[in-house]
């Protein structure tokens, strides 16, 4: 069992950055990658970054590419995106998930991630 909890979601004006943080608690922490996907109002949830075990591999959407920075400390059991340049198309629940059947391999997809936490809500304001 893998719980995880994101915080630091807020309003914030277009052109801003914000700090996201995704604390993990269960498993061991460095075995698996750990992915951001996001959910705009009226869309499908749609993949952000994924950060492998180590952290030594890192793949973004190419909405976010050279935009958001995705990282992880493996002694305190937490995954960060860093938001820099947000823009209002970026407004959204923002969720980290667990892939625990990856380690230093990455996916992209939903389905691969077993679990999820609750969502923190990130509003860009024009």
């Known amino acids: 069992q893998v719980l995880l909890v994101e915080s630091g979601g807020r309003l914030v004006q277009a052109g801003g950055s914000l700090r996201l943080s995704c604390a993990a608690s269960?498993?061991?922490?460095?075995?698996?990658?750990m992915g951001w996907f996001r959910q705009a109002p009226g869309k499908e949830r749609e993949f952000v970054a994924v950060?492998?075990?180590?952290?030594?591999?890192?793949n973004y959407a190419d909405s976010v590419k050279d935009r958001f920075t995705i990282s992880r400390d493996n002694a305190k059991n937490t995954v960060d995106l860093q938001m820099n340049s947000l823009q209002p198309e970026d407004t959204a629940v923002y969720y980290c998930?667990?892939?625990?059947?990856?380690?230093?391999?990455?996916?992209?997809?939903?389905?691969?991630?077993?679990?999820w936490g609750q969502g923190t809500q990130v509003t860009v304001s024009s």
């Open positions: 269960g498993r061991t922490f460095y075995s698996y990658a």
């Open positions: 950060i492998s075990g180590n952290g030594s591999i890192r």
């Open positions: 998930a667990a892939d625990l059947s990856r380690r230093f391999t990455l996916s992209t997809l939903i389905p691969s991630y077993g679990y």
